[in-house]
């Protein structure tokens, strides 16, 4: 029962635009989630994250949005550099704190 | 801040011994650690949650006699990988959680394991 999905496996955007990564989830229970960024052979690296009583938080280049009605975030990126390009993963928790589980991640490949 | 480190980086060992990997938060004190394992292009799998002083708990079907996690201090996690088989070789990743403000709740990773059983 995969209850955090990317469903895009990838997705590839020009340098300078706009690169949007989807993610839905099943469990209403969840009320906080996080967006990390993950480099081959490292740790998950924390980019931003939001909470269920808000719908959009933003941090410098990078907003994410909260669509709970829909059970939907998005994370945009903008403008997309190329070394923005690695695998994205949101991953959701509930009970504030509890254990996170990820999505299957999306490999973002900014082109100059 | 909110640095985890974790050692070894990579190991290699033959197939019946045990491996003890260590999960460390540099900076802040973590009450609670988890520990996930990645496969090959598939997504991080929770196999415990460790909080300081107490038992781990794990998740459905991980064999808790078969990695064993000790959280002995609000800084250091270990998971020990006993009498390993090829099929434990994975990328084994710590994280600790942290609460900066009132209404956040972050878990920070460690640059993860390689664990090879040959």
């Known amino acids: 029962d995969q209850q955090v999905k990317q469903n895009s496996p990838s997705l590839s955007v020009q340098e300078g635009r706009i690169s949007i990564l989807n993610c839905d989830y099943t469990?209403?229970?969840?009320?906080?989630f996080l967006w990390y960024k993950k480099y081959p052979a490292e740790g998950p690296t924390f980019l931003i994250s939001?909470?269920?009583?808000?719908d959009k938080n933003e941090d410098g280049r990078f907003t994410v949005f909260l669509n709970k009605s829909a059970k939907h975030l998005s994370l945009h990126i903008v403008p997309s550099q190329p070394g923005d390009s690695t695998v994205y993963f949101c991953?959701?928790?509930?009970?504030?704190?509890?254990?996170?589980?990820f999505g299957q991640g999306t490999e973002l490949s900014v082109k100059p | 801040g909110a640095v985890v480190s974790q050692h070894p980086s990579r190991v290699i060992c033959k197939s019946g011994t045990s491996v003890k990997i260590e999960c460390r938060s540099l900076?802040?004190?973590?009450?609670?650690m988890f520990w996930y394992r990645q496969f090959p292009k598939q997504s991080l799998m929770l196999m415990a949650t460790?909080?300081?002083?107490?038992?781990?708990?794990?998740e459905q079907g991980v064999e808790k006699d078969k990695f064993l996690i000790n959280h002995a201090s609000l800084t250091l996690s270990t998971l020990t990988v006993t009498s390993a088989h090829p099929e434990d070789s994975s990328f084994y990743i710590c994280?600790?959680?942290?609460?900066?403000?009132?209404?956040?709740?972050?878990?920070?990773f460690g640059p993860g394991t390689r664990l090879t059983v040959l």
């Open positions: 900076d802040f004190q973590a009450t609670t």
């Open positions: 460790s909080n300081e002083g107490s038992k781990a708990t794990y």
């Open positions: 469990n209403s229970m969840f009320d906080y």
């Open positions: 994280s600790a959680r942290t609460t900066t403000s009132p209404g956040t709740d972050t878990q920070y």
């Open positions: 939001i909470s269920s009583i808000k």
């Open positions: 991953a959701a928790t509930y009970n504030q704190g509890g254990k996170l589980i």
